[in-house]
């Protein structure tokens, strides 16, 4: 019984977290955005469809990841962030980040979890790591230019911010609510790469590496999307 009442209250606290960073991130965007020269005046139905649609599409891209060679099997490369980068590029940083959180709720409803939800929020807070800072540069002038410094300084702030994150909340909390020993986790890491031996260097070899492979890959199909996805999204009915 007590294991049970002590587990009940890790998931709580794992949820009051969640909450806290989702509403968190939320107002950091909804701040910036009311400063930003460029926001567009898009009206709000056409908004939240044009949000819904590119959420959907992402929830469905998330269905299919791909492992990687120099990660353990928990880390799979999607492409889900490329809808919302382009939503984000859209409409702005709040629409961004409404669709990576709907992404993943549409994901949770049509397959469940796997990580005990843990993968789930991470997915969500690194996502807004690339697509708050690209389209907050972005919408600061908006050109292919300053698209791809946006998008250059998000894959390094996703890189910076997940590998840290990971570190010291997300894998220590995964091995807590999923009940795997972290010599388990690292070990599934050493496989792989023999020079992973600790939190840290399973940070340094596979999840920066895999930041980085993700945040260019969005950057680059981001980039070659937009110019033609943009005129359409803009026009009203």
């Not at 709000?44 to 959907?56: E, L, M, Q, T």
């Not at 940070?203 to 596979?206: E, H, K, R, S, T």
């Not at 950057?219 to 026009?235: A, D, E, G, N, R």
């Given at each position: ?112 979890t796997s990580t005990a939800f843990v993968g789930d929020f ?72 023999r020079h992973i031996d600790s939190v840290w260097t399973l940070?340094?070899?596979?999840v920066a590496p895999f930041n980085i492979l993700k945040g ?22």
């Open positions: 019984m007590s294991n049970l009442i002590e587990a009940a209250k890790e998931n709580l606290q794992f949820l009051g977290v969640c909450l806290l960073i989702i509403v968190a991130i939320f107002l950091i965007a909804a701040a910036a955005e009311r400063f930003l020269p460029g926001r567009n005046s898009v009206s709000p139905a056409r908004r939240v469809v044009i949000v819904g649609v590119f959420s959907a599409i992402s929830a469905v891209l998330m269905l299919f990841e791909l492992p990687l060679w120099f990660a353990p099997g928990f880390y799979e490369l999607d492409f889900s962030e490329i809808p919302v980068m382009i939503c984000a590029f859209s409409m702005g940083p709040v629409a961004g980040v409404m669709a990576e959180l709907c992404k993943v709720l549409l994901k949770l409803v049509i397959k469940g991470a997915n969500f807070v690194v996502g807004c790591t690339l697509v708050l800072p690209a389209s907050l540069v972005y919408y600061c002038k908006k050109n292919k230019s300053m698209a791809m410094v946006g998008l250059f300084l998000g894959t390094i702030a996703m890189t910076i911010f997940g590998s840290g994150f990971n570190a010291l909340y997300l894998l220590p909390k995964f091995s807590q609510l999923f009940g795997m020993p972290m010599d388990a986790i690292i070990g599934m890491g050493t496989a792989v790469n940070v340094l070899f596979a260019s890959i969005v950057s680059v199909v981001t980039v070659l999307l937009y110019k033609h996805i943009s005129p359409i999204l803009k026009k009203e009915a």
